[in-house]
């Protein structure tokens, strides 16, 4: 199904951040750029929403650049899984423009700051909601640009060119590696469409992509198509995790996340992590499914089954230093940079789910898991961050101990951070409880027994962190000069992703959720779903052809 909406998520994003520089030569008031960002949020927040509202209607979303027919032009291809994840992105961009108007009263530069944090969202989206290869290339080069000048952005702050420094070099190289992985697999199969590669990997008939890009089945495709494929994915998966960062790739995160704005900071720990998970996802779920050219024997194991257990371990590795490094931090940043860490491991370890010795019901029940709690965790910790840097900014430090006794003089603003912490936990009735417990359920049903008592050992490991902070906060608070600062908007913006966060653990007991959710990631990991995405790609193809296209 056609939708001229996915396409201008991105663009509008992109043509917003270009058009800012232009504005600074006649305007420098505040409140113009938070009204400017403020409106691009709402009207992108629109049109992911009306995106992800047609993919619920039953339909694969493609868009199709320029009336080039797919695989020679790009195409946007929206199914469940990246229409929710858009949508998702979209309404934390547009929390961030509505924090932005308080704090860009307490900075300079907001000009400029406006400009990365539109560029970098139009990275976000277009990786997302990409269906070629390639253009995810880009615009993870337009996202990770970006996260590097956010990052630096606070130049004067020697900590900050540091952090900046060390991601960008890493980062380059990460992003080097995934096009070295990007060129592994157009020698190997002349495409770089991810439904016609799935289609060829999988030996699925298409009935135009193929006539664009040739045949490539069996003797038929560009040398050792199983070789290419196993090292386009090691490359691919390497920067990918870098991106995420999952163990160990995650060395330069807690500093960059600490040392960047506070709005970019909460981007960074609620979407742009979810980003590289969602790219893993989309290639081991899409690109190569548990019926693709990857599961040839490796160490007597299928070679995608083992990248997946690979991923898994990794995840508990991540989890477990995330949540135990997290205990001892003494500056609320790091403490929610290394809570990041310890959540987005969380995330991987379910991957051993999607191996294939596993029914379609049960990796639906997997993925599933992994969604409700990316959107549990991108609500809860982006709130925390603007919460949390909301007192680091008035109160002068990011030290944990400067902040202590806060709540009795904000109580409202600590109160939302509590329910965030909670939720963060996994605490009945929020939905970090019904997130988590999906997570176990999904590694019980696989037998995966190591994994979901790392679930619980990670999250008790993590208690010991959050009910620390939670309880420095209601301690009696000592004289200080640095009292009677207006928060207004940062607590009724807390409050208002609080009470969406009770309202959700609400809703999850009341209504079948769960239900949904898995019969919506069902289309995504079985057969039929895999061939309803090819085949929607190819039909946009057919149409694009009949028409003339270019």
């Given at each position: 199904?056609?939708?001229?909406?996915?396409?201008?998520?991105?663009?509008?994003?992109?043509?917003?951040a270009?058009?800012?520089?232009?504005?600074?030569?006649?305007?420098?008031?505040?409140?113009?750029?938070?009204?400017?960002?403020?409106?691009?949020?709402?009207?992108?927040?629109?049109?992911?929403?009306k995106?992800?509202?047609?993919?619920?209607?039953?339909?694969?979303?493609?868009?199709?650049?320029?009336?080039?027919?797919?695989?020679?032009?790009?195409?946007?291809?929206?199914?469940?899984?990246?229409?929710?994840?858009?949508?998702?992105?979209?309404?934390?961009?547009?929390?961030?423009?509505?924090?932005?108007?308080?704090?860009y009263?307490?900075?300079?530069?907001?000009?400029?700051?406006?400009t990365?944090?539109?560029?970098?969202?139009?990275?976000?989206?277009?990786?997302v909601y990409?269906?070629?290869?390639?253009?995810?290339?880009v615009?993870?080069?337009?996202?990770?640009?970006?996260?590097?000048?956010?990052?630096?952005?606070?130049?004067r702050?020697?900590?900050?060119?540091?952090?900046s420094?060390?991601?960008?070099?890493?980062?380059?190289?990460?992003?080097?590696?995934?096009?070295?992985?990007?060129s592994?697999?157009?020698?190997?199969?002349?495409?770089?469409?991810i439904?016609?590669?799935?289609?060829?990997a999988?030996?699925?008939?298409?009935?135009?992509?193929?006539?664009?890009?040739?045949?490539?089945?069996g003797?038929?495709c560009?040398?050792?198509?199983?070789?290419?494929?196993?090292?386009?994915?090691?490359?691919?998966?390497?920067?990918?995790?870098?991106?995420?960062?999952?163990?160990?790739?995650?060395?330069?995160?807690?500093?960059?996340?600490?040392?960047?704005?506070?709005?970019?900071?909460?981007?960074?720990?609620?979407?742009?992590?979810?980003?590289?998970?969602?790219?893993?996802?989309?290639?081991?779920?899409?690109?190569?499914?548990?019926?693709?050219?990857?599961?040839?024997?490796?160490?007597?194991?299928?070679?995608?089954?083992?990248?997946?257990?690979?991923?898994?371990?990794?995840?508990?590795?991540?989890?477990y230093?995330?949540?135990?490094?997290?205990?001892?931090?003494?500056?609320?940043?790091?403490?929610?940079?290394?809570?990041?860490?310890?959540?987005?491991?969380?995330?991987?370890?379910?991957?051993?789910?999607?191996?294939?010795?596993?029914s379609?019901?049960?990796?639906?029940?997997?993925?599933?898991?992994?969604?409700?709690h990316?959107?549990?965790?991108?609500?809860?910790?982006?709130?925390?961050?603007?919460?949390?840097?909301?007192?680091?900014?008035?109160?002068?430090?990011?030290?944990?101990?400067?902040?202590?006794?806060?709540?009795?003089?904000?109580?409202?603003?600590?109160?939302?951070?509590?329910?965030?912490?909670?939720?963060?936990?996994?605490?009945?009735?929020l939905?970090?409880?019904f997130?988590?417990y999906?997570?176990?359920?999904?590694?019980?049903?696989?037998?995966?027994?190591?994994?979901?008592?790392?679930?619980?050992?990670?999250?008790g490991?993590?208690?010991?962190?959050?009910?620390?902070?939670?309880?420095?906060?209601?301690?009696?608070?000592?004289?200080?000069?640095?009292?009677?600062?207006r928060i207004?908007?940062?607590?009724?913006?807390?409050?208002?992703?609080a009470?969406?966060?009770?309202?959700?653990?609400?809703?999850?007991?009341?209504?079948?959720?769960?239900g949904?959710?898995v019969?919506?990631?069902?289309?995504?990991?079985?057969?039929?779903?895999?061939?309803?995405?090819?085949?929607?790609?190819d039909?946009?193809?057919?149409?694009?052809?009949?028409?003339?296209?270019r």
């Open positions: 199904m056609i939708l001229h909406e996915v396409a201008l998520v991105p663009l509008l994003l992109a043509l917003a270009f058009a800012t520089p232009i504005f600074t030569l006649f305007v420098r008031n505040r409140y113009f750029y938070s009204s400017y960002m403020l409106m691009v949020a709402i009207i992108v927040t629109i049109f992911s929403y995106t992800l509202k047609t993919v619920m209607g039953g339909h694969i979303v493609v868009y199709t650049f320029g009336g080039w027919p797919p695989p020679l032009g790009i195409a946007y291809t929206v199914d469940f899984m990246n229409g929710i994840l858009g949508l998702l992105a979209s309404v934390l961009f547009l929390k961030i423009s509505i924090y932005s108007f308080w704090y009263g307490r900075s300079v530069g907001y000009e400029w700051l406006t990365l944090v539109l560029l970098l969202m139009a990275g976000v989206t277009g990786c990409t269906g070629d290869i390639f253009n995810f290339f615009m993870l080069e337009i996202l990770c640009i970006s996260s590097y000048a956010l990052v630096a952005f606070f130049k702050r020697k900590w900050a060119i540091e952090a420094i060390s991601y960008a070099f890493i980062g380059a190289i990460a992003t080097t590696f995934f096009l070295f992985g990007v592994f697999i157009y020698a190997a199969y002349g495409t770089l469409n439904a016609d590669i799935a289609a060829k999988q030996s699925i008939a298409s009935t135009v992509l193929h006539l664009w890009s040739g045949l490539c089945v003797d038929t560009f040398g050792n198509i199983a070789l290419a494929s196993a090292v386009s994915i090691a490359l691919m998966l390497w920067a990918l995790t870098f991106e995420a960062g999952i163990f160990p790739n995650n060395y330069w995160l807690p500093s960059a996340y600490t040392e960047a704005p506070t709005p970019a900071s909460a981007l960074f720990a609620g979407i742009v992590d979810k980003v590289g998970t969602y790219g893993i996802l989309r290639i081991m779920l899409t690109m190569f499914s548990s019926s693709s050219i990857l599961m040839f024997k490796t160490l007597g194991v299928p070679f995608r089954d083992l990248v997946l257990l690979i991923l898994s371990i990794l995840g508990m590795v991540s989890g230093i995330g949540s135990l490094i997290m205990v001892i931090q003494r500056d609320v940043k790091r403490f929610l940079s290394y809570s990041t860490i310890s959540h987005i491991g969380l995330l991987f370890i379910p991957f051993i789910g999607f191996a294939s010795g596993y379609e019901e049960t990796m639906a029940k997997t993925l599933a898991a992994i969604i409700f990316s959107i549990v965790h991108a609500l809860s910790e982006s709130m925390l961050f603007i919460g949390f840097g909301t007192l680091a900014t008035i109160s002068g430090s990011r030290k944990i101990d400067d902040i202590r006794g806060y709540g009795r003089r904000y109580p409202v603003i600590i109160s939302a951070i509590t329910i965030g912490l909670l939720s963060l936990l996994g605490l009945a009735p939905p970090g409880f997130s988590k999906m997570l176990f359920l999904s590694m019980m049903e696989t037998s995966a027994y190591i994994q979901a008592i790392s679930i619980i050992v990670i999250s490991i993590s208690a010991i962190g959050y009910f620390r902070i939670v309880y420095l906060l209601i301690l009696p608070r000592p004289e200080s000069s640095h009292e009677g600062h207004f908007l940062p607590t009724v913006l807390c409050t208002i992703v009470l969406i966060l009770l309202t959700l653990g609400v809703i999850y007991t009341v209504y079948d959720i769960y949904m959710l019969e919506g990631s069902r289309m995504v990991v079985s057969s039929s779903g895999i061939r309803e995405y090819i085949v929607a790609v039909t946009a193809a057919i149409r694009v052809t009949s028409r003339g296209g």
